[in-house]
């Protein structure tokens, strides 16, 4: 049946997309003692090839040069500038997988039995997961619930945090809103057969195994029998899910038959340990039946914070989650009033109208993400061991989804894949930060952190901070402050979707760009106050910390300065090249390792380069936002069937700098300044190559008209020119008329009821200025 879905939805792949569905192993391989050398002689001669080369141009050119002016000065002094930072960058990549080697070469994986026993002695903690949603596709949000659903755990629940206008404009969005609210009752009513029948089975299990020293063959033939059952549940499941794209293979294959696949080896093992008439003690089968009832049992229900006026108005993910949080473990009242519906505590001796759930662990899961099998046991297991009761966050940085249908996508999940890397090698100098899209979180260390505030008459309490579009990295220095530790699990546990087309990579990347200058002055305060608290930051987390808020700034700038401004040929040195060498290999090894080519690092370059300006931009709102101190909105990443489209900008730039890299290339040819024309042919090639490849020529050539053509016209609803100058004379003899005590009528224009009235006073009189 799949495969004739799968017949029916044929996918278009570009040329030189991927091919393969397969995900890479979820054990990162263990590193030869050799390779963790050679990254060793790497940072050395990267040092050493810096060091020479700022020594020998601070001598040759500064201080043995009689014809030193003040332009070529600070043309150097730039120059070293921006090679001292992009070489610093570079190293922090070196040091950092460093430490990623070391972490995979001492991780062990826990074995199952040490899972199941942890968990099985009257274990009482639960946990929550948080599904934040907007407007999302709901096939792509129903298979994050699955994912979350079938995850083993004694006290789950799976919250869908609807995030979409309760009222819809479009057809489109009302359909969806009502698909979306619709996903978590589908899914209880789905798994409700399977679990009531293993609760049951666990019940007669364990009144019958009360007394027992060993398990009579009957029991263990009846546990395979319900293990047989779960796994063909899942493989029923599984066949008749349609198939449309790289994902539902994932969530097929990865989701519902792997788990399927784990089941049948606990069948296999208990039918082989009854043929062979081998003894199998009581606790053992009643934790086998235990994970039975883990995996299918969940609570799970909606959350619309939009449909009650309590709630923050704000409108980005870290406020719908910091809604939801605000009320756990209340006990919430119900109370209607004129602006909406508001939640708030139940008095003393006040009957509540619902009781919201509570628990020691939050999981927090964007909508278009999934979990592995056993993501939540192996987290809370961690962070349970002695030694981590300070631990506050612990995540599997996501990977990417293989088999890319497009060209563009496929390079951005290989940078994903790499970033998974480097993210295990921060856990390493403990310079963690909360990558977002997964994390399970104490809830108590949330606690430490939260900020209440109040917008008129709501008391908003804020737990991850929204003051930037990368909440979770500001968050994660506020744990700092508080002693708080943030771990990678060094395992691949969560998949997320990277953006297909160009448009929307627009979107994610110039959100990823926005906030950390802001963030990094924070950074730099904690630390100040850590040294007075006697816990001063270390240099490795230090360096690694700003590095990740700062880098995407002076990269950008750094790299804009060398493509544009001619800098005299004498800066240029073999040295230079000789000390990014070692980055450029070891990423191509990386890629390698990870399933890609090594050209693929050719092809990242050029990624970077046409993804130029939107960092520029995102680097440059943030500036404007720490001079304004305003918030910016959140600009979620599109999830849509077709192409999005592009600002003309963000186009446009990638063709200026081809033809201005070609230009210099023709004109320092002929000056014969050849390493800049090395330099300027090389840029202009591979940005080529990205635009093409990645946009398309004929896409760019439409997104740019169409943008264009946008300035030239007006829509149609918005108010001509003689109707905005009437509706300013009109407010203005409207001003003119309170001025002189001319009062419009003796009721508001709105009429209350008495109970508001009583309730909220005269609202009117607080946004009017009336004579008494």
């Given at each position: 049946m799949a495969k004739e879905h799968e017949e029916r939805n044929v996918r278009h792949h570009q040329w030189g997309a991927e091919t393969t569905t397969q995900p890479l192993a979820i054990m990162h391989e263990k590193p030869k003692p050799s390779r963790i050398v050679l990254g060793y002689v790497a940072i050395v001669f990267t040092v050493i090839a810096w060091l020479?080369?700022?020594?020998?141009?601070?001598?040759?050119?500064?201080?043995?040069?009689?014809?030193?002016?003040?332009?070529?000065?600070?043309?150097?002094?730039?120059?070293?500038?921006?090679?001292?930072?992009?070489?610093?960058?570079?190293?922090?990549?070196?040091?950092?997988?460093?430490?990623?080697?070391?972490?995979?070469?001492?991780?062990?994986?826990?074995?199952?039995?040490?899972?199941?026993?942890?968990?099985?002695?009257d274990y009482d903690k639960g946990i929550t997961v948080l599904i934040p949603s907007y407007v999302e596709q709901p096939k792509v949000v129903e298979k994050t619930i699955w994912s979350a659903a079938l995850q083993e755990f004694p006290d789950e629940a799976v919250v869908l945090l609807i995030d979409d206008p309760p009222h819809p404009k479009t057809d489109e969005n009302r359909a969806i809103l009502q698909a979306c609210r619709g996903l978590v009752p589908k899914i209880m009513?789905?798994?409700?057969?399977?679990?009531?029948?293993?609760?049951?089975?666990?019940?007669?299990?364990?009144?019958?195994?009360?007394?027992?020293?060993?398990?009579?063959?009957?029991?263990?033939?009846?546990?395979?029998?319900?293990?047989?059952?779960?796994?063909?549940?899942?493989?029923?499941?599984?066949?008749?899910?349609?198939?449309?794209?790289?994902?539902?293979?994932?969530?097929?294959?990865?989701?519902?038959?792997?788990?399927?696949?784990?089941?049948?080896?606990?069948?296999?093992?208990?039918?082989?340990?009854?043929?062979?008439?081998?003894?199998?003690?009581?606790?053992?089968?009643?934790?086998?039946?235990?994970?039975?009832?883990?995996?299918?049992?969940?609570?799970?229900?909606?959350?619309?914070?939009?449909?009650y006026a309590s709630t923050s108005t704000?409108?980005?993910?870290?406020?719908?989650?910091?809604?939801?949080?605000?009320?756990?473990?209340?006990?919430?009242?119900?109370?209607?009033?004129?602006?909406?519906?508001?939640?708030?505590?139940?008095?003393?001796?006040?009957?509540?109208?619902?009781?919201?759930?509570?628990?020691?662990?939050?999981?927090?899961?964007?909508?278009?993400?999934?979990?592995?099998?056993?993501?939540?046991?192996?987290?809370?297991?961690?962070l349970e061991q002695p030694g981590n009761e300070r631990v506050a966050v612990i995540q599997t940085p996501y990977s990417s989804y293989r088999g890319a249908p497009t060209r563009i996508e496929r390079i951005a999940a290989a940078t994903t894949d790499i970033q998974h890397v480097l993210h295990q090698g921060m856990t390493y100098y403990d310079a963690t930060f909360w990558v977002g899209a997964n994390a399970v979180i104490r809830k108590a260390a949330l606690g430490d952190i939260c900020v209440v505030s109040t917008e008129g008459p709501r008391t908003i309490r804020t737990y991850i901070q929204d003051r930037t579009v990368i909440e979770d990295t500001e968050s994660s220095v506020d744990l700092g402050y508080y002693g708080w530790h943030l771990v990678n699990y060094p395992e691949r546990l969560s998949y997320s979707s990277t953006p297909p087309d160009f448009g929307s990579l627009v979107v994610q990347r110039r959100r990823w760009a926005n906030g950390g200058l802001l963030i990094i002055g924070k950074?730099?305060?904690?630390?100040?106050?850590?040294?007075?608290?006697?816990?001063?930051?270390?240099?490795?987390?230090?360096?690694?910390?700003?590095?990740?808020?700062?880098?995407?700034?002076?990269?950008?700038?750094?790299?804009?300065?060398?493509?544009?401004?001619?800098?005299?040929?004498?800066?240029?040195?073999p040295w230079v090249v000789a000390a990014s060498l070692p980055y450029f290999l070891t990423m191509s090894s990386d890629l390698k390792r990870n399933g890609y080519k090594r050209s693929d690092i050719l092809r990242i370059y050029g990624f970077n380069i046409v993804l130029l300006t939107v960092n520029l931009a995102g680097t440059l709102k943030s500036i404007q936002q720490g001079m304004t101190n305003t918030k910016i909105p959140f600009a979620r990443t599109p999830k849509v069937n077709d192409r999005t489209a592009s600002p003309p900008l963000y186009v446009a730039m990638p063709w200026g700098i081809i033809i201005f890299s070609a230009l210099v290339f023709y004109a320092d040819t002929l000056s014969g300044n050849w390493g800049n024309a090395i330099f300027a042919g090389f840029n202009a090639t591979v940005t080529t190559?990205?635009?093409?490849?990645?946009?398309?020529?004929?896409?760019?050539?439409?997104?740019?008209?169409?943008?264009?053509?946008?300035?030239?016209?007006?829509p149609a609803d918005t108010p001509h020119l003689w109707e905005r100058i009437t509706a300013w004379r009109a407010n203005r003899r409207a001003a003119h008329d309170r001025a002189n005590g001319v009062r419009a009528g003796t009721l508001p224009d709105r009429h209350e009821s008495w109970r508001d009235t009583l309730y909220y006073g005269d609202r009117q009189m607080v946004h009017e200025s009336r004579p008494i």
């Open positions: 020479v080369y700022m020594i020998t141009m601070i001598l040759t050119l500064f201080v043995y040069n009689d014809h030193v002016t003040l332009r070529f000065v600070i043309e150097g002094v730039l120059y070293l500038g921006i090679v001292t930072t992009l070489i610093f960058s570079a190293m922090v990549y070196l040091v950092t997988r460093q430490g990623a080697l070391h972490r995979f070469l001492q991780h062990e994986r826990v074995p199952r039995a040490m899972l199941d026993e942890h968990f099985s002695h009513r789905e798994l409700s057969e399977p679990s009531h029948r293993f609760e049951q089975t666990r019940q007669r299990v364990r009144a019958e195994l009360a007394d027992q020293t060993y398990v009579r063959r009957s029991i263990v033939t009846q546990c395979a029998e319900d293990y047989r059952y779960a796994a063909a549940w899942l493989e029923r499941k599984a066949d008749a899910w349609v198939i449309e794209d790289h994902t539902d293979d994932f969530f097929r294959d990865q989701v519902l038959l792997a788990l399927a696949r784990d089941l049948r080896l606990t069948e296999q093992a208990l039918n082989e340990a009854t043929m062979l008439q081998q003894q199998i003690k009581p606790e053992r089968i009643v934790q086998l039946y235990n994970r039975l009832v883990w995996i299918f049992t969940v609570k799970g229900w909606s959350f619309e914070r939009k449909q704000e409108g980005n993910k870290a406020m719908n989650l910091n809604s939801f949080i605000g009320l756990m473990g209340h006990r919430i009242k119900r109370e209607e009033t004129a602006d909406g519906v508001f939640l708030r505590d139940a008095r003393e001796g006040e009957s509540p109208d619902f009781v919201m759930r509570d628990s020691e662990y939050v999981l927090t899961l964007d909508a278009d993400s999934m979990l592995l099998r056993d993501y939540c046991l192996r987290l809370v297991y961690q950074f730099f305060r904690i630390v100040k106050a850590r040294r007075a608290q006697g816990n001063p930051v270390k240099l490795g987390e230090w360096c690694l910390r700003v590095n990740y808020m700062a880098s995407i700034a002076w990269s950008s700038f750094g790299l804009m300065f060398l493509l544009a401004y001619p800098f005299d040929q004498r800066l240029l040195s190559w990205a635009l093409l490849s990645y946009i398309g020529f004929w896409h760019s050539l439409e997104d740019m008209f169409v943008g264009w053509l946008r300035w030239f016209f007006v």
